[in-house]
């Protein structure tokens, strides 16, 4: 009956930290505070950055807690853990490089499309 009561705590407690980073994600993403979203830190915005890391964050609990990769071997979950964080790393490198890019080259296309003469 112990080990059933403890997990349902540690379930509790990893649903209330997914709820809370969640709500500050949703607080944000609705306010956008100017100084976070207008300015720019390594390529993007800082509001960019902090979605990115809540969101890390989030998956690293939904796959530690309730994938169980906790109960795992060390050498099996560093395996996993760390393939999935230098793809993201990766990705995010990639996305922020591509997309500023793209955002330049049709910058003119947008403007003339939306210029009326």
Known sequence: ?????????????????LTI???VEVIL???KPEPLHL???LGT??????FLILTLVKAY???????HLSGEKKWFRRSIVWTLVMFI??????????????GRTFSGV????TTFN
């Open 1 to 17: 009956m112990a080990h059933t009561q403890s997990h349902k705590a540690l379930i509790w407690k990893v649903f209330i930290i």
């Open 21 to 23: 980073i969640t709500l």
């Open 29 to 31: 993403g609705i306010y």
């Open 39 to 41: 300015s720019k830190v």
């Open 45 to 50: 915005s800082p509001l960019n950055w902090i």
């Open 61 to 67: 609990y939904i796959a530690w807690f309730f994938m």
């Open 89 to 102: 790393l990766y990705l995010s490198f990639y996305l922020i490089v591509e997309g500023g890019s793209i």
């Open 110 to 113: 947008f403007e003339s499309l």
